[in-house]
């Protein structure tokens, strides 16, 4: 028997058909605890909309005959209780997944779902560091390693983020070979799907690695990765991230202050000077503009901000 903070509005097909929904997702697919919690929760939801719907507890039979008209009243009920987008795609995703798998038993069919577009996700802008911060992030005298060619090598691999926009695994899969002099003004980048792009090399970012090089104990072969780890090996994003981790609480700086950050703090700081978008897709290795464009989103939420706190008549805006 179900506990009663779990029973359903439900004809026990229906219940029965759930429970083996739910049975199949923690043991055969070994989803994690709290995703089957939020999958139950969500189909729970789900029920009791459609019993107030349909007059009754609804079963197997009345799941069958479901059209795209009542699971858009659902979305709709769901957000007149105050659901955010986000909310409700994850709602409507545990609706698919167990439509689906009565579909696949021949209980119910997952046409009227799968008509059904997801709600649109808003775009969460990054959050990039303020100018001076990351100046202070990427500086080697602000490094907490205990040996100094780590500080310089932790400060090198930052300096790359934030100087040249490069994604942390961009940094990590750099050989010794590709940045071996300090005259070496380019360097050739392999990013995501294996698009390959080249990037300018500030003098910062040169200075910076040529610190770590000098100071480095090991070898650094022309064919083998630049940045090593405390035993020689290749360098783990793990190790940056730590550190990172270090630095931000030694200046007092929001969890948002991530490896991460630094690449968009690139180009936020590059848009905020004048810099042209297209130019700043090339340098990111963005396939589309229009991933590109989240920045002038936060370039103007700072604009925005900047007025809030100056102009005279800016508090009184209704």
């Given amino acids: 028997m179900q506990k009663a903070e779990f029973l359903i509005p ?26 089957v919690e939020a999958y139950e929760r969500d189909t729970r939801q789900f029920l009791q909309f459609l019993t107030r719907h349909l007059g009754g507890p609804p079963g197997l039979a009345d799941i069958a005959s479901l059209r795209p008209a009542d699971l858009r009243a659902f979305l709709a009920s769901r957000r007149n209780d105050g659901a955010g987008a986000r909310t409700l795609g994850r709602g409507l995703a545990g609706v698919r997944s167990l439509l689906r798998h ?20 808003p775009k969460s802008l990054p959050k990039p560091l303020a100018a001076k911060d990351a100046v ?17 090598r932790d400060a090198a691999v930052m300096t790359l983020l934030y100087g040249c ?18 005259t070496t003004a380019v360097l050739r980048v392999t990013g995501k799907g294996g698009k ?18 000098k100071r480095c104990p090991y070898d650094l072969d022309a ?24 630095i931000r609480g030694a200046l007092g700086l929001p969890d948002t202050a991530t490896p991460h950050a630094l690449r968009h703090s690139f180009a936020t700081h590059l848009l905020g000077r004048g810099g042209d978008l297209r130019a700043i897709q090339e340098l ?13 989103g936060i370039d103007t939420a700072r604009l925005l901000e900047a007025y809030d706190g100056a102009h005279p008549r800016a508090r009184r805006r209704a």
Avoid: C, N
């Avoid at 009565?102 to 996700?121: E, K, M, T, Y």
């Avoid at 202070?136 to 310089?152: K, N, S, T, Y």
């Avoid at 390959?196 to 090089?213: N, Q, S």
């Avoid at 064919?223 to 780890?229: A, E, K």
């Fill in 10 to 35: 439900a004809h026990p097909d229906l219940a029965d058909a759930r429970q083996g929904w739910l049975d199949a997702l923690a043991k055969g697919r070994r989803l994690s605890p709290l995703t």
């Fill in 196 to 213: 390959t792009r080249i990037v300018p090399v500030i003098p910062a970012a040169r200075a910076a690695v040529m610190d770590y090089r």
């Fill in 136 to 152: 202070r992030v990427v500086d080697f005298d602000e490094q907490l390693a205990g040996e100094p060619w780590i500080a310089a």
């Fill in 223 to 246: 064919d083998g990765p630049l940045f090593r780890g405390a035993r020689g090996g290749p360098l783990a994003a793990e190790m940056i991230q730590r550190a990172m981790r270090k």
């Fill in 165 to 182: 926009g490069l994604r942390i695994a961009e940094a990590l899969s750099i050989a010794a070979g590709d940045l071996a002099t300090p």
């Fill in 102 to 121: 009565l579909d696949r038993h021949g209980q119910a069919s997952a046409a009227g779902v799968a008509a059904l577009r997801s709600p649109r996700q």
């Fill in 284 to 296: 990111l290795g963005h396939a589309s503009l229009s991933t590109t464009q989240v920045y002038t």
